[in-house]
């Protein structure tokens, strides 16, 4: 018998802890950025100011989780017997430790989430007090604020744990709060679509599967797309916005429920996570314009002009970091190639793909023409039937808590301070501008 994973992060504490205060000592002020005016009004963009040890975007060859890009994670993690894609425990464990998992190591955390899944009753209580119509997102943030009161950090932190211990209870809540979303993201999906018939878990199944099954969604195809869709969505850096929230609010020394709720509020922004649902909208409203059959790549690309001529841009193609098609849009690509080649949303999805990057290079404004991750994920869901496209930032939360909650540990571990930046007026800014 190995290492638990509790074992193996205390086994990678002490050096990186000693790396970091190392780091700090021998090289603190060494400049690793400039900021611009530019910047300063424009989002903070490009501007290297955090931390952050789970994953890096690389703009050419897109995120790698702890130096392994996606296909190398899709070869090497382990997987659900008789599957092909990761198993998000694997993800998880590899966020966590910087080492793929065993599958003895994968299975171990999914044991350990099934021990910790029940979802408390007065949960299910808040949310029933919702209106059924309350947005998913809002749903789920409430329910992962309301179990606030389980919290082992908070507790802790008023019994006076010691700093460098914070990292325990820190990681035994995220344990305990992965273990639940599930449940609880199904829950919702049930209640808002599905008059409220609840779906329990199969004890032999894996997260990812026993979400596909609580949702009512029982096709082995499904259970497949969520493990490839919780893993790949999991972490993206931490200056996203959802990363860059729980980071933020972790920094107070809030908990992880305070944190993620806070995060998932930010992920619920239509600039954010809400973006794949608004992407098969906008499919949806482009195929019933074009009518019945397959279109044409000439009536595509009438559509497309179209939409920029009127000042819209076309959803899905873009990115502010990458510049190159985002290799989570190719897993996902790779997937419905295999599985759904013949589906009419998809056909079109194809041939977006196609046709989207010339046209915005000869529209001469998008600095990356290629699609994102949000241009293709919409189709994959409602093949299967969850045609639910509010639902669909909630699938995109429980997979990035992963990777949120797996910083919020090395936070802790590495006892990173408040965050608190310091702000100038515009009046400070013409000073400068006129020395």
Known sequence: MGLTLKEKLIEKMGPMRDQVRNIIKEHGNQVISEVTIAQSYGGMRGVKSIVCETSALDPEEGIRFRGYNIPECQEKAPKAKGGEQPLP?????????????????????????????????????????????????????????????????????????????????????????????????????????????????????????????????????????????????????????????????????????????????????????????????????????????????????????????SGQVIPGFGHAVLRKTDPRYMAQRKFALKYMQDDDIFKVVSMLYDVVPPVLKKHGKAKNPWPNVDAHSGCLLVHYGVTEYDFYPVLFGVSRAMGVLTSLIWDRILGLPLERPKTVTTEWIMKQVKK
């Open 89 to 309: 425990e694997g993800l998880f464990y590899l966020l966590l430790t910087g080492d793929i998992p065993t599958q003895e190591q994968a299975e171990e955390v999914t044991a350990e989430w099934r021990k910790r899944s029940a979802v408390p009753q007065y949960v299910y209580d808040i949310l029933r007090a919702l209106p059924v119509d309350s947005h998913p997102m809002t749903q789920f943030s409430t329910a992962i604020l309301s179990m606030q009161r389980e919290s082992l950090f908070a507790k802790a932190y008023r019994e006076g744990i010691s700093k460098y211990d914070m990292w325990e209870p820190m990681f035994e809540d995220t344990m305990n709060l992965l273990a639940k979303l599930p449940t609880i993201a199904a829950y919702i999906y049930r209640r808002c679509y599905k008059g409220d018939a609840f779906i329990s878990a199969d004890p032999n199944l894996d997260w990812a599967a026993n979400l596909a099954r609580m949702m009512g969604v029982v096709d082995p195809e499904f259970m497949e797309l969520m493990r490839l869709y919780l893993s790949i969505h999991s972490d993206h850096e931490g200056g996203n916005v959802s990363a860059h929230t729980t980071h933020l609010v972790g920094s107070a020394l809030s908990d992880a429920y305070y944190a993620l709720s806070s995060g998932i509020n930010g992920l619920a922004g239509p600039l954010h996570g809400l973006a794949n649902q608004e992407v098969l909208r906008w499919i949806m409203n482009l195929k019933e314009k074009l009518g019945d059959g397959d279109p044409t790549k000439e009536q595509l690309e009438e559509k497309l002009w179209e939409t920029l001529n």
